[in-house]
């Protein structure tokens, strides 16, 4: 029996980040000074994007997103049911209709063919979609090249939901993110790759959305001289659009730094982690791996195994109550949104709409995957997910 507890996903956080953290404590800013821009710099550095706001949490980048790019009323916005909730909400904060597409039963991110019948369908009913948030589940990138021309050929724009897949690249591309899509999402989430505590961003190329991020993300205040109507005070400002306070502080910004330096090298863990794993469970005939496509890098922020509860003695809650006792926290992502009650209360989703993502959630169980995760841990962690699917 290990004496440490292994969940899904943890942090791992050292001196140097602990050293950056305190230095802007003992400084003159905790929020609104000039961490929050050098946080932002970096990140468009590391992710070939010429802009980027850093945010309190990858929920509000979402939000702000949605915002910027003008969602309302009557608009369909379309997501995959195997996701977090705020990939969804996000569409409900702005006011506009959500919709889902299956997940393709390989890679588990949005399936484009079914995408496309889909929008046909929408077009047969003289309706056309405003937007897909395409999610970058577990880390593997989706098939942006051809989400890419869907969104050209009928017009809706694109949002990355890239908080799974910071380090992840589509065709040798560690930009691909912003590259393909007019908005990406990031989160600093402790789970997450690099973490804020917690934090998120948006990132783009688009300077006119990136100039309404900036301004929504902090009450919708402007102090920039194209906008105003007037401009006779030193202290003027003006409000034209609802904002909110997403904004996040020097303090996580100086961490978000330090982390974003150690990246490359935590993505490289989670790879050999990943590996690990592949090598233990690609024989086991209860076990089905998470397949990677060829043409990417996948970034592990899960490692999504699937296990034939069908097919043993016992059920996944007793699973899971098995493996806490030996100190194995397991998870499940995702409950498919579509079949929360809000969704089919509100909606009218029910059982059999998705079933693809409806049967990879009955058998999906993420195990632990972080850096600070060691040979022998991972031994332990394997050994015991085998003992008990019997
Ligand atoms: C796919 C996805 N989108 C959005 C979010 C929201 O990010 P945050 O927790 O920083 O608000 C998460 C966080 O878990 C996520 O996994």
Same mark, same amino acid.
């Given at each position: ?108 991110? /949005? ?7 889909? /929008? ?8 056309? /979609? ?37 380090? !992840? ?31 998120? !961003? ?37 409000? &034209? ?34 590996? &690990? ?10 076990? /089905? ?8 890098? &996948? ?92």
């Amino acid at each position: 029996m290990s004496n440490k507890v292994f969940s899904y996903g943890k942090q791992m956080i050292d001196e140097e980040d602990i050293k950056a953290v305190e230095e802007v404590l003992r400084s003159d800013w905790l929020t609104q000074g000039p961490k929050v821009k050098e946080f932002e710099s970096a990140l468009s550095n590391k992710f070939n994007s010429k802009f980027a706001s850093a945010v309190a949490n990858g929920t509000g980048s979402l939000h702000l997103i949605g915002l910027a790019l003008g969602w309302g009323k009557d608009d369909i916005i379309i997501t995959s049911p195997i996701t977090f909730l705020a990939s969804a909400n996000c569409i409900l904060y702005n006011n506009a209709t959500p919709d889902f597409v299956d997940i393709d039963k390989n890679y588990y991110t /949005i399936d484009v063919n079914k995408l496309e019948e889909k /929008i046909k369908s929408y077009r047969g009913q003289g309706k056309n /979609i405003k937007a897909v948030v395409a999610v970058d589940y577990a880390g593997q990138p989706c098939d942006w090249k051809s989400l890419r021309t869907l969104a050209d050929k009928y017009e809706f724009q694109l949002v990355n939901d890239n908080c799974h897949a910071l380090g !992840a690249t589509y065709k040798n591309d560690f930009g691909y993110a912003v590259k393909f899509a007019d908005a990406v999402n990031l989160s600093f989430h402790p789970v997450k790759h690099i973490t804020t505590g917690e934090g998120g !961003a948006v990132l783009t190329n688009n300077i006119e959305l990136d100039e309404k991020i900036k301004i929504l993300r902090t009450h919708g205040i402007t102090k920039d001289e194209k906008y105003l109507e007037k401009n006779d005070e030193p202290w003027y400002y003006e409000m &034209h659009q609802l904002g909110y306070n997403y904004r996040i502080t020097d303090f996580q910004s100086a961490l978000g730094i330090s982390q974003l330096n150690k990246l490359n090298e935590f993505v490289t863990k989670r790879r050999e982690i990943a590996k &690990h794993y592949d090598n233990v469970f690609s024989n086991e005939e209860k076990f /089905i791996i998470p397949e990677v496509n060829d043409n990417v890098e &996948h970034a592990y922020h899960l490692y999504p195994l699937q296990i034939k509860f069908e097919e043993l003695e016992i059920n996944r809650k007793e699973y899971f109550k098995k493996l806490k006792e030996r100190n194995i926290l397991l998870q499940v992502h995702y409950i498919p949104v579509h079949l929360q009650p809000f969704y089919r209360k509100n909606f009218k989703f029910k059982e059999g709409d998705f079933t693809v993502a409806e049967k990879f959630y009955q058998r999906e169980v993420s195990i632990p995957i972080y850096p600070l995760l060691e040979d022998k841990d991972l031994e332990y962690i394997a050994e015991n997910l085998k003992e008990f699917a019997k």
